[in-house]
């Protein structure tokens, strides 16, 4: 669970990767916003990773702002923040999650399969007006049912 302390190490977290072109960039607001959906990752009080479970419908919700600082990938970061939004959204008696990634094999190992966008929900695609690669997206889209 995050808390608005973490605010500004989840700005900075996402907004690195959003620099690189590999996540949409966030604003203090948003994420203040938005604080319940997000899971932190924590070493020594430092957040190193963070999962947000954005619900689209009673059904549904997307895994979406996994990041996992540089240094900490390959320490399983990212699969423990996905297992722990899974869990959540199990609770919820979700019967899918589904995520949009550059990277489908790390998403494959978790029991995501890749779908055509056309399969997930037309709200999902309101963040994508605002990103820079709308009209020639390269993200692969993955489900997982629950």
């Not at 203090?28 to 899971?39: G, Q, S, W």
């Not at 957040?47 to 549904?60: D, E, I, K, N, Q």
């Not at 008696?93 to 055509?116: D, I, M, N, Q, R």
Request: glycine letters at 6%; proline letters at 4%.
């Amino acid at each position: 669970m995050a808390r608005m302390s973490d605010v500004r190490a989840l700005l900075d977290l996402i907004n690195g990767y959003a620099a690189e072109a590999i996540m949409l960039p966030r604003t203090e607001f948003e994420l203040a916003e938005n604080i319940r959906d997000f899971t932190v990752a924590a070493v020594g009080g430092d957040v190193v990773g963070c999962a947000a479970l954005h619900f689209y419908s009673p059904a549904t919700a997307e895994v979406r702002s996994l990041a996992v600082a540089p240094q900490w990938k390959g320490h399983h970061v990212g699969r423990l923040l996905v297992e722990s939004v899974e869990k959540e959204a199990r609770n919820y008696g979700l019967a899918s999650l589904f995520a949009f990634t550059y990277v489908p094999a790390f998403f494959s190992k978790l029991g995501f399969v890749e779908v055509e966008r056309g399969e997930l929900p037309l709200k999902a695609w309101k963040d994508c007006l605002r990103c820079p690669k709308f009209q020639c997206c390269d993200e692969i889209a993955m489900i997982k049912r629950l």
